[in-house]
């Protein structure tokens, strides 16, 4: 099926810890973007790409890691978690970023992370 | 920055009602998204609207350039309409184009 892939659902971590959240798409779309929501505060941007080989911070950048060696792919790496870092993350991308064109958004199920 | 505002925050209707969420923000904006959050956590594209009105089934969406402000109407609600509804809006001008979201509108559809 066609869309947007995270992995995992759901994860537990020890503060201090690392780990990569996963998020893949198979429609060949340019930009892809992670965002984490937190109770009040709406979605927030954390880093973005609008193509392989192009990264750039979001809203909230700090303690996270991205890269985007193909298309398809975007992890998201937690570098030392921090309770502060507890949270839903969100996948999405979109296709024809760069021409201005306005499509939708396809956003993936959400990472539930727990930091302890 | 733009700043996005959403009303109501909460919402609580008896099936069959007519709902309104509104969505008002500051600046400029080159696309205005509704978003649906389903119980389960997932994220649904409802609408892009630029300009005007667009309608898919219950739901209607309409944007007001001008005034800044978008309307997400839902006629005949439904139980299965319950969820949180995201506003987002593309500004016009930076060069990261990125989205800015509303806090969202919790609706609840009683049977």
């Known amino acids: 099926n066609a869309g947007v892939t995270q992995t995992p659902k759901f994860q537990v971590l020890k503060t201090g810890q690392s780990m990569t959240l996963q998020c893949a798409q198979d429609?060949?779309?340019?930009?892809m973007s992670w965002y984490r929501q937190d109770p009040g505060m709406g979605l927030r941007l954390i880093h973005y790409?609008?193509?392989?080989?192009?990264?750039d911070q979001g809203e909230v950048p700090n303690g996270y890691n991205v890269s985007r060696s193909t298309t398809e792919d975007f992890p998201l790496r937690l570098l030392s978690a921090a309770p502060s870092q507890t949270s839903v993350y969100f996948c999405?991308?979109?296709?024809?970023?760069?021409?201005?064109?306005?499509?939708?958004?396809?956003f993936g199920s959400g990472t539930r992370l727990t930091v302890v | 920055k733009n700043e996005v505002e959403q009303s109501p925050q909460n919402l609580t209707a008896q099936e069959g009602e007519f709902i309104t969420i509104n969505c008002s923000y500051s600046?400029?904006?080159?696309?205005l998204h509704w978003l649906q959050q389903h119980p389960g956590g997932g994220i649904v594209s409802l609408f892009m609207?630029?300009?005007g009105k667009k309608k898919h089934g219950r739901l209607i969406a309409t944007i007001n350039i001008q005034e800044k402000h978008s309307s997400l109407h839902i006629t005949a609600s439904h139980p299965r309409d319950s969820a949180v509804y995201i506003c987002?809006?593309?500004?016009?001008?930076?060069?990261?184009?990125?989205?800015?979201f509303g806090s969202g509108t919790q609706l609840t559809v009683l049977p």
């Open positions: 429609m060949n779309h340019e930009y």
């Open positions: 987002a809006v593309r500004e016009v001008a930076g060069s990261a184009r990125q989205l800015t």
């Open positions: 600046v400029g904006i080159s696309a």
């Open positions: 790409s609008v193509g392989a080989g192009i990264t």
């Open positions: 999405a991308s979109s296709y024809s970023f760069s021409t201005g064109v306005n499509y939708g958004y396809t």
């Open positions: 609207l630029s300009s």
